[in-house]
């Protein structure tokens, strides 16, 4: 019998690429120097990942919660926000939807090796995106930090490491951009983004 | 695109004016109203109960955004078309950016059916209607988690940054001759970064002292004499007053002499201290010493009990100290790396104590063009030039010079900051400020800078160094323009009309 891609598994991938993203995002933004990064190979793409233990700390720690959020099911947006070091300001926003399939459905009995196939086709296309963005997302001119929030279902109780976050949009709404989305047989990842609309844009 | 055109030069050839192209385009939007609605009739019935005009309204923005797609897309459906981008989706790496306002009557359509899969901007307006519901304080369906953990700081950025300016040679807007104007030979003078043997008075006489006598040269005439004839002590500081004719001169002992230059006649010496006076500084009638011992003694020329105030606060020698032009604080800096701001209504703590500084702050600047503004550098160990907000107890910025900093000048015409170095380099450098970008560099002696001294008029420089030259820098030549210095104080005409009006 053929293996097929679980529930878990899914998620794994879910985190798997949200990681990849953030580390691809702060590499291209230029949150961080680029000596913190350095390329590897994941899902047959070149993708970024950290040599700064603490950022490594940091996203590994937020994408351990992700997965369980995930796993429960009670998960519905991963942000990323890069805001003024200054102002407090949101400069960008780059929003996971993250969606649960009803796994009833067909998409089930797709066999491990075809649905990788598929994901990491997708995978490639959403970096190649990211790192295609940075053409037409304005400079940052200020210095800037990021933040991590997450929409989940009311019954998800903050703790200590995850306090009541305020919705921090672009002011005045910015532009918006959505980039491929990304699909599991059991989820379903659509990414956006939105940035500061510039007055000579 | 092309298919309009031809269009439009199919009507306007033809014999009958009248068809204009605005009435050829609605009557092919009409077409395709039929047509589309026609195709998609299967789930009109649908669509009608959930949203009566929905049909009508897609067809109408539809043919307003993609009126030159031409027959082709008229003839497709509706969902054979949003499968086509899907499609495109999957396949290219095309990035669109939907404006958010552009198009929300059709986006709102596709949010509305929810069987649809392409929804450009959903996000848009999802975190539009969110925002609208935090406004009015409805309890939306999801709650919003934060991460509470600080992201690391970017440690690199400031360095680099701070070296990349330091280096980064910005060409200045005016001609900056790299040889001197003029220079005069000064034996004997005292190689002790920890002295300031130099002054230039309004009157544009340079005084400077070698070893105990104080020499005047007058720059107008080019004469010189010597102040004292029969000198005792070595002299360690000398400092002009706000009006040119009284020369303040600080010797080994710790006496504080005054001098009425034009007379040549000493008109009193002021004691404290028993140790050597490093550095003199005017403020009206008032002289501050800053002492070996670390205190700067506050003398009252004027009255008998001369010693009015002492300011403690180094636990070693003073070796800068500058009033602020309107006489509201005085900056002093030791030998203990401490930079201390006074405010000489409250004697007996500083308003400000910085110990960035790595080594010595002997160079000491209030800028002239804005009053809160202090400029500090350190000495062999430290090489930074920092920029100070006294007022707000904060720093501004920084600057690796990378050399001893001997003195620093503000210039009164250029927002720009000279800088005189010791080893290795002797050289003096201007920099832009706030945007710390290095103008010009000078190599300008063979042994280290000790002193500099700005000329009345503010252009020339001097500079004065262990090799025993005096030598005059034309750095901030200027055609003869008002100064960029702010005014605290009222002009002296107004403040006669008041007194009249009394």
Redesign the interface.
Known sequence: MEETLTFSGSASFATDYFESCIYSILYQRGIYPEEDFEVINKHNARVMTTVNKELEKYVADVMSQVKDWILENVIQKLVLLIQSVETGETVERWQFDIKAKNSNEDGQLISLAKESEKFDREFRATIRQITASVSFLPELTEKCTINIQVYTDKSVLGNEKWGTGDVALIKGGGEHMRLKTLSTSAHQVETFVAYQLKDNY | MLNLLQAKKKTSTSSTPSISSTSFRSKESSTRTNASSLKRAPSASLLNTHRPNGTLKRTLSASSQLNTYGKEWLESTLTSKTRKIDND??NS?R???????GDIASTQFHIERKDNPIS?????IL??N??IA?ACGIVS?????????V??K?K??NP?FETARGYLKVKPRRNIPEAPVKILDSPYMVDDYYLNLLGWSCHNVVAVALERSVYLWNAETGTANVLDEDPKHMVTSVSWSADGTLLAVGDETGETQIWDVYRSELLRSMGGPTCRVGVLAWNKCTVSSGAYNGVIYNHDVRIEKHNISEFKGHDEEVCGLEWRSDGEYIASGGNDNILNVWDPRQHRNSIMSRQEHKSAVKAIAWCPWNLPLLATGGGRDDKKIHFWDATKNTKLNTINAGSQITSLRWSHHYKEIVSTHGLPNNNLTIWEYPTCNKIADIHAHESRILHSALSPDGELLATSSADENLKFWNVFKHNGSEPLITRTTKPSSQLRRTNSLR
């Open positions: 989706h999957q790496d990035c669109m950016a939907t404006l958010s306002s450009f901007g959903t996000s848009s975190s539009h969110e925002s935090a369906t999801s709650s919003i988690l934060q991460y509470q953990n992201p690391p970017n690199n950025n680099v």
